[in-house]
């Protein structure tokens, strides 16, 4: 038995990683001031965009998940002739469409393959689930790493989506974001309420700079620092203390939304990455995509991790 495991544009995991263990990855359209791009998280092409100047605010960027029909085609061609079971874990299902569009393709997948498998000379049945992986950016690219180290263990279909989701509830993400009008205007575009205005004008007037942590997409201020960098110091600090103390998956995601010269000067990025060698963890460490960084912002940062129940100030 085959199984395969999709995720969306929106999930933040190293270019090599997903190439090494053949993550298909679902596109996500993006219009910035009003021309189309498909994000394949291709790393050329997303490197062009951060040199490009495109993602840089200013510009009117939005992005919209691919229609069910376009899935279904997807599905049919890439996904149904290759393999006997297909996982495909999408953004949370409370801040896009794709859980809900890619749920309708796998439908309609599932009445037709039939014809799609047997032109490709793939015996026996095809099974199909998607799962709302509760998460966004490093924190959807940790949920796929996980899965599969379940993959791997060769689970029943059952088994492996109840894993999925009941480790999906312990995954715990810091979010930077760079600039807080920024996502407030994504926000507003949404019909997001969640970010005031009153904590955006706090956040450029005294150029506060967030720490946002929580289980999944729940999130809430966690500290406020005066620059970036100290925001960094403070997540690095708490990450390294926790995989100090012991993580539920070997796995740390760390997604930023920066160049790799950028990236590579963060402080306590050595640090970090000594601690997870260290400890028997991999740090999957990646340039935050275009979908991540339209709604996120260019220049946020977005750490996950996997652990028991805590709280942000027990490792500060």
């Not at 605010?57 to 376009?70: C, I, L, M, V």
């Not at 996982?87 to 599932?110: G, H, K, P, W, Y």
């Amino acid at each position: 038995m085959k199984v395969g495991l999709i995720v969306d544009s929106a999930c933040d995991l190293p270019f090599e990683f997903s190439r090494k263990h053949d993550v298909f990855i679902l596109p996500v359209t993006a219009v910035i001031d009003g021309e189309t791009y498909i994000d394949r998280h291709d790393p050329v092409r997303t490197q062009e965009f951060y040199q490009s100047g495109l993602l840089q605010k200013g510009r009117h960027a939005e992005t919209q998940a691919f229609s069910a029909e376009q899935i279904h085609e997807l599905f049919m061609e890439k996904i149904v002739p290759e393999y006997d079971v297909a996982i495909c874990e999408t953004v949370t299902r409370s801040r896009s469409l794709i859980f809900q569009n890619a749920s309708e393709a796998m439908n309609s997948v599932m009445a037709n393959y039939e014809q799609a498998r047997a032109a490709s000379g793939r015996e026996g049945k095809f099974s199909m689930r998607v799962i709302d992986s509760k998460q966004i950016f490093a924190g959807q690219g940790l949920l796929a790493a996980h899965t599969l180290r379940l993959i791997d263990q060769k689970l029943s279909k059952n088994a492996l989506r109840n894993e999925v989701e009941r480790f999906s509830d312990k995954i715990y993400t810091c979010v930077i974001p760079r600039d807080l009008h920024y996502i407030r205007e994504r926000a507003r575009r949404r019909g997001d309420k969640s970010i005031s205005g009153v904590v955006a004008f706090l956040g450029k007037a005294l150029n506060i700079t967030p720490v946002i942590f929580g289980q999944g997409v729940e999130g809430q201020p966690v500290a406020k620092t005066r620059s970036f960098d100290a925001a960094v110091e403070k997540v690095v600090n708490y990450a390294v203390a926790r995989v100090e103390a012991g993580l539920l998956t070997p796995y740390v995601s760390l997604s930023c939304g920066l160049t790799w010269a950028e990236i590579e000067a963060l402080p306590g990025l050595n640090t970090l990455r000594s601690a997870c060698e260290k400890n028997g963890v991999e740090l999957l460490l990646s340039q935050m995509g275009i979908t991540s960084s339209i709604y996120i912002g260019p220049g946020s940062l977005c750490l996950a991790l996997a652990a028991d129940p805590h709280s942000f100030s027990d490792y500060q």
